[in-house]
């Protein structure tokens, strides 16, 4: 079975600095999707960026992304410019199929992000 | 409305109550998931529904019953919950198939006493 570790409960930056969220995985698959979503105090889950195993190149969102060392099963999140916004707990996700062909995520536990003014 | 939507988004019950969470999709997704999430734990998927048929049930108890009547609605009936199911009930939606994301809604935070 598929697993995702974070390794860091919590990390704090300030206001502007660049910060950089760790997140590993074991699988023995090939083809597969990284995600990392945001969730805010107000408890909605937000994607904030998605990688394809198959694409070399890292995805990037903005003042969002990621460094994605597929031989290592590493998949870091960079925020750079951090701002007041950005303080949420953020999940590190892996996408596997269901039996019934539908998307099946299988979280990590969180990082609770800290941004100091 | 848009979006994925949940109500009630905080719900307080007995252990003999029940009650029923529901969540609605507004864009136009055909498949619906039932997430919980504990404290200190990771995202625990339940259920998820693939045109409206259940094809996924993570060893879920039966006090969870999830019913889905349509491809935009998904409920979660509950009954004679524990204290230990108290958490973060989160629903989400994705167009079926293999590069499609989820969507999350904001959650029920549920409380059993």
């Known amino acids: 079975a598929q697993t995702v570790t974070q390794s860091q409960p919590e990390m704090s930056v300030q206001e502007a600095e660049t910060v950089t969220l760790s997140c590993t995985y074991d699988?023995?698959?090939?083809?597969?999707?990284l995600f990392w979503y945001k969730q805010p105090p107000s408890r909605q889950m937000i994607l904030v960026i998605r990688?394809?195993?198959?694409?070399?190149q890292n995805a990037t969102e903005n003042r969002f992304s990621v460094n994605f060392q597929k031989a290592a099963k590493s998949f870091s999140l960079k925020i750079s410019d951090s701002q007041l916004g950005d303080a949420a707990m953020y999940f590190c996700?892996?996408?596997?199929?269901?039996?019934?062909?539908?998307?099946?995520?299988?979280f990590g536990k969180g990082t609770k992000l800290t941004v100091n003014p | 409305e848009t979006g994925v939507t949940q109500t009630p988004r905080h719900l307080v019950m007995g252990m003999t109550n029940k009650k029923s969470l529901k969540c609605e999709q507004h864009?136009?997704?055909?498949?619906m998931y039932w997430y919980k999430q504990s404290a200190k734990k990771p995202l625990e998927l339940m259920f998820v529904?693939?045109?409206?048929?259940?094809?996924e049930n993570n060893s879920v108890p039966s006090r969870f019953s999830p019913e889905c009547p349509n491809s935009s609605h998904l409920f979660l009936h509950l009954h004679t919950l524990q204290p230990e199911d108290s958490a973060l009930y989160l629903c989400?939606?994705?167009?079926?198939?293999?590069?499609?994301?989820?969507?999350f809604g904001p959650g029920t935070r549920l409380l059993v006493l």
């Open positions: 864009l136009g997704h055909n498949a």
């Open positions: 529904y693939n045109f409206k048929e259940q094809t």
């Open positions: 989400a939606s994705s167009q079926e198939g293999v590069l499609e994301t989820q969507y």
């Open positions: 996700a892996y996408r596997s199929e269901s039996q019934g062909g539908s998307e099946k995520l299988v």
């Open positions: 990688q394809e195993a198959y694409k070399q």
């Open positions: 699988t023995s698959e090939s083809d597969y999707y």
